[in-house]
Structures are given as structure tokens and as C-alpha cells.
């Protein structure tokens, strides 16, 4: 599967991919043909690999032959659960030709919700945001996955708001700290002051929190929605990045102890 058709499926109602013209083809046998899927089953409550079955006949020996001609329609996809036929995932798709030659494909429905499908991925996000920031976390998936652009960006702010004043804290701690300083300093500014103690993407991509105030204030809910996939994408490898120092310390920590206590036993 092409990589902008899993982030239509990925993404919440109306976030609209466009398909150069020239790969039409591909966008037809992803309607029309075989697909595979993988993704968390709902059903099951673990990771399964869904299948859409071929809806066209296949002639002269291939899937491609013969595919009809992409244009201005509507589209169900069903996905069956390979452990079980019972469970399946259901997407509505709209197709649009432009004046431009390319293809959009919008994701008009869809059951279960991206949420459902999703919200597992987040739990090991619980380690580094707590349960009150990763109930958030997930509220804003949610809202996008109901077509609430704003109101999920509310949201991933504030989980980037929550990562800068906990490195606020660890170096308030510091000798040559200045308070002052950092207190009238706006947020880029403040992410340069705090760069040793975030994680390295976040200091790389600090205008992340600039995209989402933006959204908040200025931009549309269909904005916010095209947006959305990519700026969680952002918040989600920061959180990564801090779950990989996490398992890296306490790595360290008990590889130490122990070359420790077996110097004491043999020196």
C-alpha cells in the first residue's frame, strides 16, 4: 500500500490526500483490488492484519488490466480482521478529479473511529505524559477523528506546553539558572534556554508550538484537520525520543549496578 493511502486510513473524517494523475493506477487497484492492512483490532484488543478483498474480477492474468477510470465517486472499503471475518473496519472514500490533473481522496466516514483504532498506540505515551495529559493525548485524536481541527490542536498545545515547564523545572534546579530571564522570554526562546533538558527534536522543531498556535487562532477546522496527522506525528517523536532516554537510563543504571557488584565480589 502507497504511503499516502495508510495515512487517509490512519487519519480522522475529511483529511483529503492528493494522488498525482500519473498514479492513477495505483489509486484504483486500492480501491478495486486486494489491499492489506495492519493495524490495532478493536475487536480482538491487539495488533491484527485486516485484508479488503477485490471487488473486480481480474482479467488477461492481472489485477490492472482492465481497472475503470478514476472519477468524481464515492467508495466503501471493508477491511475483515484475519483472526476473525466478524471484525472488520469500514471506510467511506470520496474521489475528485481537479482542474490541476491530480486526484483527491477524502476520507467522508468511517467505523470504528480512528480513536478506537488508535487509542492503543498511545498507551506507551502514559509513561512520559501521565494519565491526565495522555487522556488528552487522546481527546485530541478523538476530535480529529471527528472532524474538530481546532479543538485537537487545543490540546496538542498544551501537551508541548507540559513538556517545556517540565524542563522548567529540572533546571530551576540549576546554579546559573535565571529565572528572570527565562520568565520574559517567548516560547522559541524558551525552548533555547531549556535545550539540555528536551529531547533533541523537539529542540530542532520548536516551531512546532508557532504551527499550533496558529491553528488555534488563525486557521480553519479543515486547515487544522490537513494539518493535524503531521503535527501529531511531531508530538509523538518527541514523546518517543523521551521514552528512549527513559529505557536508556534505567539500561545504564542496572548494567552499572551490576559491573559494580561484580568488581566488589572479584577485586
Known sequence: MRPEFEQLLKSGLYHKE????????????????????????PMCGKESLFI???QVKPTIGSPTYDAPRIGNKTYSLEFY??????????????????????????????????????????????????RERSREFNKAIGLDSHGVGIGSFVYLRRIFENLIEEAHNEAKGETDWNEEEYLRARMNE??????????????????????????????????????????RN???LILDEKIEKIEKDKKVAEASRSIEALYNKHK
Not at 33 to 41: F, G, L, M, P
Not at 98 to 122: C, M, R, V
Open 18 to 41: 492528493s494522488i498525482p494523475h500519473s498514479n492513477e493506477r495505483d489509486a484504483m487497484n486500492f480501491l478495486l483490488y486486494e489491499v492489506k492492512y495492519d493495524c490495532y483490532c
Open 52 to 54: 479488503k478483498e477485490s
Open 81 to 130: 480482521c484475519t483472526r476473525s471475518r466478524d471484525h472488520c473496519l469500514l471506510f467511506f472514500l470520496k474521489t475528485e478529479l481537479s482542474l490541476d490533473g491530480n486526484i483527491y481522496l477524502t476520507k467522508i466516514g468511517q467505523f470504528p473511529s480512528t480513536a478506537d483504532i488508535t487509542n492503543e498506540d498511545t498507551k506507551k505515551y502514559v509513561k512520559v505524559l501521565g
Open 190 to 231: 524558551k525552548v533555547g534556554l531549556l535545550r539540555e533538558h528536551l529531547p533533541e527534536f523537539l529542540v530542532q522543531h520548536k516551531s512546532l508550538y508557532s504551527i499550533l498556535s496558529k491553528g488555534i487562532h488563525e486557521l480553519s477546522e479543515e486547515e487544522c484537520l490537513e494539518m493535524f496527522p503531521i503535527v
Open 234 to 236: 511531531g508530538i509523538e
